[in-house]
């Protein structure tokens, strides 16, 4: 059984190039559009997102320079003796553990009330301790509580200057206090207290800072039900997240390391990694107290979200057209190919030998049209068919009759051979001679035995031809033969210099005073191996703009030397072209040209065969 290629039939080719037509574009249109629409959304996404990071930046850094500017409070009115400041540097052994009850309550409460005023100053502060470091106490404010503890070993303090401690559980600071604030999570300024202008380091003011402003500040920054927000320090450790329940980690090491190595304050990456596929958004927030980051972490799912669901709605819009296209395709490729498919059937019937079948395909387009040809063409060829057989039985009947009428050939050169005779034993030589030429052209004429003879066969025809004309034309006729002997045994089909002899008496012989020469010559030339026959005469000569006409209509295509009949001058010579091509070779071609004397010469090129070389080469051994 014969498998049928892919996509062989039309109906299968034009199914196929219809739907490629169609869904080729849909598809390439909704991929470029949803290109298009994610690279505006990630510009649109990059501009507002660093607009509203540098917004936050500039919100944290005001509120941490106001905590930061409360915490500064311990260095007002350091001469005043009931200052903070003042308090510290002159020492509070006496106050902490005072002789005097009076002076016990009097200084615990001043120091109470700097404290508190510095605790209500900010409604964030959860707690403040402070850490003298001369007594290794730590004084720690809470609501409207202070709790003190000696410690048993000194706190080692190692900061230079404030600086801010990541969010962690609230804490007493190494007091054993029941406080019931673990649970609060907070965020811790640090503040080394010095004596002024040394070194010394007097005491640590430490303020826990909840976390409910700083995250309202932030929370226009970010889509809590999709993206992440964070701020860290340069270190990685977590101020603030956005999800507030769940207990988080803050950014990846390998997150902080890019965007603190970009080496830019602001700026975004696409990230993939730790099951995140997005962009990060980061604002570094730098001041004397602190070096914190604005991390925002927006998903690609949701940055495209809106593009997606338009890609769907293409997509659905799409299939549907899609769907019509689909079932207009099957529709018109049937409709198309149906037709053609009945023609074929059609032709089937014709090739196994039933000419007479109906060919019913209607229609007024390019299908209809070619039925309606065929029709046509098969009414003309059974119409050939039938003349065919009434010429070929004319034929018959035409040979029937000639062979009825025709002389016996034998009894025909008998009888010029008897004329001959009588015309030798009269002396008359020449009479003889010339029913000898005679004789030899009917033999030659009337043997119907090949149509290929060797060329020597030819020129002996056209001597004897040439014999015949010299007598007619007396000494008005030269004729010269330059022929090679190695020429002689190629083989030529037969008549084909008599045409350009006849052409030569017709057109181009001259009776004057002056004989007419006619040179007929054979050559053989190689590479490649042609045979040139040649007929040249000193006649009236032809001018060169029917020369040119001559060799166009020889170089014509070999239907139209074959198929034309005309009688102008010159059929001859596409005749005789035409049978070298449809008999012999199809690469023989003519030549015409003016020649030496300003007559006429013609030239024939007749490749020689591998069979005739080999043959001509044995018959030169």
Known sequence: MKIRKPFHTIRQKLMLLLLAATILPIAVSMVISYQATTRSLTEDAIANNTRLL?????????????????????????????????ILEH??????????????????????????????????????????????????LWKDDLKVGKHAEPVELTAAKAYLEPSHPSHNYGLDLNTGAEDETVFTLHRPIFRAPSEERLAELSIDI??????????????????????????????????????????????????????????HLDWQADGFDGIIFYEKVSTSFMDW???????????????????????????????????????????????LLRLIGYVNKIETGNLSVNIDVEGNDEIGLLAKRFRSMMAKINHLIKTEYQLEIVSKTNELKA??????????????????????QNGDFKAYSLIASLGRMMRY??????????????????SAYL?????????ALDVEWRVEEESKTVLVPKMILQPLLENFFKHGFMQSGEPTRLVVSSTIVREPDLLVLEVSDNGSGVTDER?????????????????????????????????????????????????????????????????EGNRDEGSDH
């Open 467 to 475: 014999d015949l004309q010299k007598q007619r034309f007396d000494t």
């Open 210 to 267: 909840r976390l409910n402003v700083l995250r309202e500040l932030n929370r226009e920054l970010y889509d809590a039900g999709h993206e992440q927000f964070y701020i860290t320090d340069a270190s990685g450790g977590l101020i603030l997240s956005s999800d507030e329940e769940a207990e988080k980690q803050g950014p990846s090491s390998a997150l902080m390391q890019a965007v603190l190595g970009s080496g830019s304050d602001s700026g």
């Open 293 to 339: 980051v604005l991390i925002k972490q927006t998903p690609y799912k949701h940055l495209y979200s809106s593009a997606d669901r338009i890609a769907r709605l293409n997509m659905a819009v799409g299939a549907g057209f899609l769907s019509i296209v689909v079932i207009a395709t099957l529709v018109i490729s049937i409709r198309i190919t149906k037709p």
């Open 445 to 462: 004429q009337m043997n119907t035995a090949g149509g290929v003879v060797e060329l020597s066969r030819e020129l002996d025809y056209a």
């Open 403 to 424: 062979l009825q009428a025709q002389i016996n050939p034998h009894f025909l050169y008998n009888a010029l051979q008897s004329i001959g005779t009588v015309s030798l």
């Open 54 to 86: 540098s917004l936050g930046k500039a919100n944290v850094t005001n509120y941490m320079n106001n905590i930061n500017q409360k915490s500064l409070a311990v260095y007002n009115s350091m001469n005043t003796p009931r200052s903070l400041y003042y």
């Open 91 to 140: 020492g509070m052994e006496d106050e902490v553990i005072p002789n005097d009850l009076t002076d016990v309550i009097r200084n615990r409460n001043l120091l109470k009330d700097h404290l508190y005023n510095m605790y209500q100053s900010v409604s964030e502060f959860h707690k403040v301790r402070l850490y003298v470091v001369k007594q290794s106490t730590t004084y720690l």
């Open 547 to 611: 020369l040119a006409e001559l060799q166009k209509q020889l170089d014509e295509p070999l239907a139209s030397l074959a198929s034309d009949t005309s009688e102008d001058g010159g059929i001859g010579l596409r005749n005789v072209l035409a049978r070298l091509q449809l008999h012999h070779s199809p690469d023989a071609s003519m030549r015409v040209a003016r020649s030496e004397d300003n007559g006429f010469t013609v030239s024939i090129q007749i490749p020689i065969t591998s069979e």
